[in-house]
Nanobody, 127 residues
Framework: QVQLGESGGGLVQAGGSLRLSCPAS????????MGWFRQAPGKEREFVAS???????????DFAKGRFTISRDNTKNTKNTVYLQMNSLKADDTTVYYC?????????????????WGQGTQVTVSS
C-alpha cells in the first residue's frame, strides 16, 4: 500500500491562501493519479480534487472549483510532489486534508484510493 505525508496546513483568515504539499515515491508518482480529500470530525471523507498521472487532466469538487488548484511537479527540487493551492478560503474549509494515490473509474470525481490514509494536515480558517 502507498502511504504519503501531507504538509502545509495551518491557521489562516477567511479569504487567505494555503498551499498543501504531498511528496510521493517516484514509482507512485509515475504510475498513479493523485487526489486530495478532506474529512471533518463526524463526517465522511469527501473528494476535493484529483489529477491524472501525466498532469493533463484535473478534476474538482464543486466547492473547490475556481478556488483550489491541484498540480503535480517532478523537477529535481520538488521531488515528485503533489500540491493543492487553496485560495479564497472559507470557514467551511476548516478540516483535515489528505492526499493519496488514486485510480480513476467512470467518474473522475470519485477516484479510488490506492493507499493507506496518512495523518493528514489540519487547515483552520478563522472567520
Amino acid at each position: 500500500q502507498v502511504q504519503l505525508g501531507e504538509s502545509g496546513g495551518g491557521l489562516v483568515q477567511a479569504g487567505g491562501s494555503l498551499r498543501l504539499s504531498c511528496p510521493a515515491s517516484t514509482r507512485t508518482f509515475r504510475r498513479d493519479g493523485m487526489g486530495w480529500f478532506r474529512q471533518a470530525p463526524g463526517k465522511e471523507r469527501e473528494f476535493v480534487a484529483s489529477i491524472s498521472t501525466n498532469g493533463a487532466n484535473a478534476y474538482y469538487a464543486d466547492f473547490a472549483k475556481g478556488r483550489f488548484t491541484i498540480s503535480r511537479d517532478n523537477t529535481k527540487n520538488t521531488k515528485n510532489t503533489v500540491y493543492l493551492q487553496m485560495n479564497s478560503l472559507k470557514a467551511d474549509d476548516t478540516t483535515v486534508y489528505y492526499c493519496t494515490a488514486v485510480s480513476f473509474g467512470k467518474n473522475p470525481k470519485e477516484p479510488t484510493s490506492l493507499g493507506s490514509w496518512g495523518q493528514g494536515t489540519q487547515v483552520t480558517v478563522s472567520s
